[in-house]
């Protein structure tokens, strides 16, 4: 246990979260990393929908999709539900 | 429930802030998970959610994070719509006093198949006779998967799991699934469905009209889990598609006991030669491995059979309007 | 003071005390299953909420697991919340009685403690309640029907004080009281109703970053019934027995505080104490036993025997500064248990007193007597016994047998 923890005088009773897991972070949990090809991309939003993690964000006001790393945790049902295959799963050596 | 049905696009529902938040600890690819992300997205309003002890309950709340934006409450394993009746009954004489201001506060109980068929059942069938206004979604993992992989009374024939493995003379479970809609429909409710979340627009729409009715309604989402069914995380929505088109899971809806395909079965209905067969389904998932044997080729056969047999009944109830 | 004290004066037994108490609280739910010898009072809320007597929504759960579910989740809702339950009933609660005092929701109960099976039995002793002494709930036990009416108006204000914010449980003894004919003076509806007030809420500081009143609300949603891992889980229980030591507090400042608007007092609301002051020989006990022991008492101290009774009101929070102080100059003492611990040294109150009392300079010799279990009677005579056993004990100096059973054929 850490420092960090705190005494039971400090928190909330019943064990009400003081945090939201937005604070998180479960993207260091992925082997393969999704890798975005923007010409073939439809924002059909299949991928935000399907998403498990809600990492997949759809921006109305730039009509745009942003993959958050800092959540996916690289299961790759983005890859292999897009209709026109613009998602492709990579290790992230390859990527680079 | 409304008679003018709620339209959405898939824009809406896009930016829809999250009411399941990101930084939940389920496995990669976790169906389930999804399930919870694409039911908060068709709440109308004040919403509380209630959840039975399971994966999904554990992976939105572990202290001190949660993935809640919602009123959420979780408190044992069995007793899921037990919660939802408590809850229900506060909301309304709360409000009736007027310590709530509310027009509506619409309550959501979530279970898994062993918190819904098994365990929980006595508490779901009491508060639905009780008639308290709640939607409880089941999310059908078929089996305990938080404990690791046990047998429910929701697993299929011939899958194997820890309490019901594939063993040299016992070929994984040798029991039906429960028929949990058909209990349901039997308590004469106003409103159950079926839904997987690979067809998200057709699971939104339900939940939200399960929300609608006032009184209880039940939900049963077929959600793929690829821990406990060994399967490729990344196929997770592929099996939810396979489900319906190799009607294995029909999705439907039954309002006032009257019962109708859903569109994705319903096309299967107006052109069998869609119907794909069981096998496709089966094949790639571990727990079904041990039949691709040809001394267990009978089971798959049982499988196909079996799963003509109840798709063939439905078209028939579907067909006379009777539940 | 007395004359100023409005009151009305009716009989009933204990079961439709607590009813009736329950009624002038403005209870938002009660959620609960029948059960022997529970029933009346269930029966008797039913129909005030037939007759449109009270405003609360009444469930009539499949099940005591799901009354007490019911009675959680209502609430964890906001809602002031009351169930009733006995033996089985109980025993299948017991798993949400944890949760109920680990989600720190102030549900009120009335349980008229009844045996457990097997064999089957429907009769009054307090195995039931026993078995719930660690489920984190606030136990009183009561003497009589009267008391049961009273405390279930204090349980409210004791367990919906934002300092505590935990269960409670109003034991009143199966048959001997439940079903019993009393006299009982009721309080105004009015004056009840003022005096129990609304229900406050604890504050909580939310993932939102708020700190706000703790019930399920759309307006400031929070996480109730989360996971608590290796890390955090052992704060939250030691943050039940906080609310436990505060609990001991104000059951003393209620006890008072309700004195003034009924002019009726229980002890001190922890320990009620008879004839102690320069008790010689004295029997520890709970419940209606205690009504018998002062008639007993009355008659040894005609007889000039030094006899008194210690009657412990707060099983949970236990009384321990009051239970050493009550008995530091008594030479002999029977602790009687309506309950078995089989394999133990004697049962639950003894177990209790003999801890309190072991750090103790000055201390009685201590001596247990298990008796009424199943609702066997236990006559004036039989009680009277004990008093016996124990003149001879202080007598000599020693106790034969450390636990002894009452009323048993050998």
Redesign the interface.
């Known amino acids: 246990m850490s420092n960090k923890e705190k005494t039971w005088k400090e928190i909330s009773i019943a064990g009400v979260p003081p945090k939201s897991s937005i604070g998180f972070l479960t993207g260091d949990w992925k082997t393969y990393m999704p890798i975005r090809d923007l010409e073939k991309c439809t924002i059909c939003l299949t991928c935000v929908m399907l998403c498990p993690e809600g990492a997949i964000a759809f921006l109305p006001e730039k009509n745009k999709i942003q993959i958050d790393l800092g959540f996916c945790k690289g299961c790759g049902i983005c890859a292999n539900e897009c209709p026109t295959k613009a998602i492709t799963m990579k290790m992230p050596e390859e990527e680079e | 429930m409304t008679t003018q049905e709620w339209k959405f696009t898939?824009?809406d529902?896009?930016?829809k802030p999250?009411l399941?938040?990101?930084?939940?600890?389920?496995?990669?690819?976790?169906?389930p998970?999804?399930v919870l992300?694409?039911v908060m997205k068709a709440t109308r309003?004040?919403?509380?959610v209630?959840q039975a002890t399971g994966c999904m309950?554990?992976v939105?709340?572990?202290?001190?994070?949660?993935?809640?934006?919602?009123?959420?409450?979780?408190?044992?394993f069995?007793?899921a719509?037990?919660?939802?009746?408590?809850?229900d009954?506060?909301?309304?004489?709360?409000r009736?006093?007027g310590?709530?201001k509310?027009e509506y506060?619409d309550v959501i109980a979530i279970a898994g198949d062993g918190g819904t068929l098994d365990i929980g059942l006595?508490?779901l069938?009491?508060?639905v006779?009780?008639g308290h206004d709640f939607l409880f979604v089941l999310y059908d993992n078929e089996g305990y998967m938080n404990t690791g992989i046990q047998r429910s009374s929701s697993t299929p024939i011939g899958a194997s799991t820890t309490t019901s493995p594939a063993g040299s003379v016992i070929p994984g479970k040798l029991e039906k699934k429960k028929p949990i809609t058909e209990i349901m429909l039997a308590h004469e409710m106003e409103y159950v469905a079926t839904a997987t979340?690979?067809y998200?627009k057709d699971l939104i729409t339900k939940v939200r009209k399960g929300l609608e009715v006032e009184g209880p309604a039940f939900l049963h989402v077929f959600a793929p889990c690829?821990r406990g069914w060994r399967s490729?995380?990344?196929?997770?929505?592929?099996y939810s598609k396979l489900s319906v088109e190799t009607c294995v899971f029909p999705i439907w809806e039954a309002v006032n006991g009257k019962r109708q395909l859903s569109t994705p079965s319903k096309v299967i209905s107006l052109a069998p030669q869609k119907k794909k067969p069981v096998k496709a389904y089966l094949e790639g998932q571990g727990r079904f491995r041990h039949l691709f044997t040809p001394q267990n080729a009978h089971i798959i056969e049982e499988i196909q059979r079996s799963t003509d047999e109840r798709w063939e009944k439905l078209l028939q109830k579907c067909a006379s309007g009777a539940t | 003071m007395e004359h100023q004290i409005k009151r009305d004066t009716v009989a009933m037994n204990g079961d439709e005390a607590v009813a009736f108490a329950v009624k002038q609280c403005d209870v938002d739910v009660v959620a609960a299953y029948p059960i022997t010898p529970q029933t009346i009072i269930v029966e008797k809320f039913s129909e005030y909420v037939a007759n449109g007597e009270v405003q609360t929504q009444y469930v009539c759960t499949e099940s005591e697991h799901s009354a007490m579910t019911a009675c959680l989740a209502a609430a964890a809702a906001g809602a002031r919340t009351f169930t009733a339950s006995a033996s089985a009933g109980l025993a299948l609660m017991h798993e949400m009685l944890f949760v109920t005092s680990g989600s720190r929701v102030p549900v009120v109960m009335a349980v008229a403690n009844r045996a457990l099976s097997a064999p089957l039995n429907i009769h009054g002793d307090h195995s039931d309640a026993m078995a719930e002494r660690d489920s984190g709930w606030i136990q009183i036990y009561v003497e009589n029907a009267q008391e049961a009416y009273d405390s279930i108006i204090q349980a409210f204000k004791i367990a919906e004080d934002t300092t505590i914010s935990i269960p409670l449980m109003v034991c009143l003894d199966g048959f001997t009281i439940s079903h019993t004919l009393e006299r009982v003076d009721i309080l105004p509806d009015d004056l009840v109703k003022h005096y129990v007030g609304e229900r406050g809420y604890p504050m909580v500081l939310t993932h939102e970053g708020k700190t706000v009143p703790f019930k399920l609300d759309p307006a400031n949603p929070m996480t109730m019934g989360p996971n608590a891992l290796q890390n955090y889980y052992f704060e939250f229980k030691r943050q039940q027995e906080e609310a436990m030591k505060h609990a001991l507090k104000r059951i003393r400042e209620i006890n008072s505080e309700y004195a003034k608007i009924s002019g009726r007092g229980y002890g001190n609301g922890l320990v009620d104490k008879y004839q102690l002051d320069d008790a010689e020989i004295a029997i520890v006990v709970l419940g209606s036993t205690a009504g018998t022991l002062k008639v007993i008492v009355d008659q040894l101290r005609q007889e000039g025997i030094k006899a008194g009774v210690l009657r412990i009101r707060s099983f949970r929070p236990f009384p321990v500064e009051d239970v050493i102080h009550a008995l530091k100059d008594v030479k002999a003492v029977a602790v009687m248990d309506k309950s078995m611990s089989p394999g133990g040294l004697g049962a639950a109150v003894f177990s209790e007193v003999r801890n309190a009392l072991y750090d103790s300079k000055q201390r009685p010799i201590l001596v247990n007597y298990i008796f009424g279990l199943g609702g066997r009677d236990n006559s004036p005579r039989d009680l009277r016994k004990v008093y016996e056993d124990l003149l001879h004990i202080a007598r000599t100096g020693q106790a034969e047998k450390a636990v002894n059973y009452l009323g048993l054929r050998e």
């Open positions: 898939a824009k529902i896009a930016a999250d399941f938040l990101s930084g939940h600890r389920a496995c990669a690819g976790c169906a998970v999804s992300r694409l309003g004040p919403t509380i209630t309950e554990i939105g709340s572990i202290y001190p994070y949660t993935s809640w934006a919602l009123p959420w409450l979780h408190t044992a069995e007793n719509a037990a919660n939802a009746s408590g809850i009954a506060a909301i309304k004489i709360m009736k006093k310590k709530i509310d506060v006595q508490a069938s009491g508060a006779e009780r979340p690979y998200w690829p490729d995380p990344a196929k997770s929505m592929e």
